[in-house]
């Protein structure tokens, strides 16, 4: 099972704010692992969008779990997503997104499987932090 961790969005928009991007994640490259994978914000506005990112050192295929919770003060959500993915060597490829109110707070989960091995992409991405 995957650990769940809480991102408060307001450490989430100052992140954005100082880059675009609040982290991503070296992964062990064996037997076709992707390069990194990545959790992403973007802040426009009011809403807050959070993006599972994977880029391959080649042609991947695999399956992939994003889910995310949600709470403010306009209500909450969960969301899940998933599925089998084809990524291109080198090519930044987006696995699931989600739009949130950046009021909100969000437990996000992101994983990949490739074969047998599953990689936890939250904790590679918290392990920057």
Known sequence: MIDRKLFAIPALIGLALAGGSFAYAQTTTTNALPQFCELRTTVNGSMQAIEGIVTPDVKTDGAYRFSVRSSG?????????????????????????????????????????????????????????
């Open 73 to 129: 003060p306009s209500g909450s959500s969960n969301i899940s997503q998933g599925g089998y993915f084809t990524a291109l060597a080198g090519q930044p490829t987006t696995l699931g997104q989600v739009q949130l109110n950046a009021s909100a707070k969000a437990l996000v989960e992101f994983a990949i499987t490739l074969g047998d091995k599953t990689i936890d992409c939250t904790q590679q991405t918290l392990a920057l932090r």
